[in-house]
């Protein structure tokens, strides 16, 4: 028996267009009594028009891959990379030249409309704040009773990340490190993981919900845990071999509907 469905966004749930398909969307509603948790490395405001085609905004959100775990607008957990971190991780990315995006709840702040950032709003559809680095890292500063960063993304040339990724790597901090692409790096807090996340959003929201009675979709890295720890994980054709090897089921490509596939067949 499936009680709540949980789902990875970006390479998983979204089709070749980044949205949703309609035989996606057609599968959902199928399952319109079962909860649906969107629990993705992106921003809330990134999230809420998915959970609006889906019939799901009243859902709870994980957002920043844990950082952030949201029931509407209460918090239920929150977790933020310290400023000093932050300036050490900007002066690599300068250093480096590379692209830094620096994400806190729903704000969004970006040294300029470059590619990456044109391509993170195409894929998103959330528009960023444009300032200067010293701008965006004076602003942190004043504000730490807000806490830090929920995430830094590093983008850019992946020669120069390389070496960059090593050197934020070499920090003596808490953080956790993540190329999703050769081109990306995505920087959060070291304690998170959208497992820790889910279970936490289910004990405070769904307490009737069983972890084996949760299925779960995802395609990378930090899927892994997730996938393992429910007790119906669900790998889409597309994911890394370190997902599927910890997975109850494979499914199609993302672009071939592979979430709704499984549903279609099992819900």
Not at 159 to 168: L, R, T, V
Not at 203 to 227: H, L, Q, S, T, W
Not at 230 to 252: L, P, Q
Request: proline fraction near 3%; include cysteine; charge should be negative.
């Amino acid at each position: 028996m499936i009680q709540l469905l949980a789902s990875d966004i970006d390479g998983t749930l979204l089709d070749s267009d980044r949205f949703l398909s309609a035989r996606t969307l057609q599968a959902f509603d199928k399952a319109n009594q079962l909860p649906v948790i969107l629990i993705s490395a992106r921003m809330p405001q990134a999230m809420y028009y998915l959970q609006d085609a889906l019939k799901r905004r009243e859902m709870p959100i994980v957002c920043y891959n844990g950082a952030l775990v949201l029931d509407q607008q209460k918090q239920l957990y929150s977790t933020t990379i310290p400023y000093i971190d932050i300036e050490n991780i900007a002066r690599i990315a300068i250093e480096h030249d590379l692209h830094c995006s620096l994400y806190r709840n729903d704000e969004w702040f970006v040294p300029q409309m470059d590619y990456w950032a044109d391509r993170e709003v195409n894929n998103t559809r959330v528009t960023p704040q444009v300032q200067n680095i010293e701008t965006t890292l004076a602003y942190f500063k004043e504000t730490q009773e807000l806490g830090g960063a929920h995430k830094i993304m590093l983008m850019g040339d992946s020669n120069a990340m390389d070496s960059a990724f090593a050197k934020a790597g070499n920090l003596p901090s808490q953080l956790h490190l993540y190329r999703s692409k050769d081109t990306y790096t995505e920087i959060s807090p070291l304690e998170i993981s959208k497992k820790s996340a889910l279970e936490l959003l289910i004990k405070e929201c769904f307490p009737e919900v069983k972890v084996e009675n949760v299925a779960a979709f995802g395609d990378n890295y930090n899927d892994v845990e997730m996938i393992a720890g429910v007790g119906h994980g669900v790998a889409v054709d597309n994911a890394r071999d370190e997902v599927k090897a910890v997975a109850n089921y494979h499914t199609d490509h993302h672009k071939k509907d592979g979430v709704a596939q499984w549903i279609e067949e099992f819900i």
